[in-house]
């Protein structure tokens, strides 16, 4: 099983960006698929997860709103779509999938993890 998480970059706050989770190994669909990032000097945070079906998501309380993550069971591929950027969101996003089918935020629920993609938003 492998992860790769891309599309991060330097953003204006107030801008948007979307991450792409490109996933190899088998039966993408059987499992959630979470987003966590780190920020300097932070520990890592739970951001967004969905279930395997892609019909279930949960977010952290500071991406309510602003975050939306998805899915692409096909072309097994996970998404994060981040609009209305402030500089704390300034991190390195990681892409994890879980151990099971439902969404959690809970870090030790995940097993394999991606390279993450380095998000800077400026003030």
């Known amino acids: 099983v492998q992860l790769q998480a891309s599309g991060g970059g330097l953003v204006q706050a107030g801008g948007s960006l979307k991450l792409s989770c490109t996933f190899s190994?088998?039966?993408?669909?059987?499992?959630?698929i979470g987003w966590f990032r780190q920020g300097p000097g932070k520990e890592r945070e739970f951001v967004a997860s969905?279930?395997?079906?892609?019909?279930?998501?949960i977010y952290a309380e500071s991406a309510q709103g602003r975050f939306a993550i998805s899915r692409d069971n096909a072309n097994p591929t996970a998404y994060l779509q981040m609009n209305a950027l402030k500089p704390e969101d300034t991190a390195v996003y990681s892409c994890?999938?879980?151990?099971?089918?439902?969404?959690?935020?809970?870090?030790?629920?995940?097993?394999?993890w991606g390279q993450g993609t380095l998000v800077t938003v400026s003030s």
């Open positions: 190994g088998r039966s993408f669909g059987s499992y959630a």
């Open positions: 969905i279930n395997g079906a892609g019909t279930n998501t």
């Open positions: 994890a999938r879980a151990g099971g089918y439902y969404q959690t935020h809970q870090e030790s629920s995940y097993y394999y």
